[in-house]
């Protein structure tokens, strides 16, 4: 069975920087299980897993607009220390949720403090990254309906949403 839209596949993963560093992996772990062709791993992914079967290996290089996209500027803002109210440590490298003006929820990270403000980075940690994938394909099944519906795979011990 071939991986194409609609169905759940099973894999192993390597993800390397371009310096080679190994920056994540399932490896050892349960293997990532995602619903093809439902945008639930970054698009240059998804795309280069289509077609591929059980016992393929894939090696391919994503690069940033196909990922977690370009780094913007205009992602990194400067808040002052007050608007955190409640925090009593904020260090670098800490990462906070915030929300944009429909409500929806996003992670900043602390990348610079001082005194009176905090500089925070709404960009995704990889953005700007060309990043390196190994991955195993482990099973391709089809998708349940309910599976389908929800727009992702579920576990082998159910979910909730």
Do not use: C, W
Not at 17 to 42: P, R, W
Not at 52 to 62: A, F, P
Not at 76 to 93: F, N, S
Not at 131 to 142: A, G, N, Q, T
Request: net charge negative; aromatic share 4%; no cysteine.
């Amino acid at each position: 069975m071939k991986v194409t839209k609609d169905k759940v596949v099973s894999m192993h993963y390597t993800l390397k920087n371009d310096a080679g560093d190994v920056i994540d992996s399932s490896e050892g772990k349960e293997t990532m299980d995602f619903l093809q062709g439902h945008g639930n791993i970054i698009p240059g992914l998804e795309t280069a897993l289509e077609g591929s079967k059980k016992g393929d290996k894939v090696e391919v290089s994503i690069e940033p607009k196909e990922g977690y996209g370009l780094k913007m500027d205009d992602a990194i803002q400067e808040i002052p220390r007050t608007a955190l109210q409640g925090i009593d440590e904020v260090t670098i490298g800490m990462q906070l949720q915030s929300q944009d003006q429909d409500g929806n929820p996003f992670v900043v990270t602390v990348i610079k403090l001082d005194d009176e403000k905090i500089t925070v980075d709404a960009n995704h940690p990889l953005a700007g990254e060309t990043l390196h994938f190994s991955v195993s394909i482990e099973d391709v099944r089809d998708a349940l309906e309910e599976e389908v519906s929800h727009g992702h795979a579920h576990s082998a011990g159910g979910h909730s949403h």
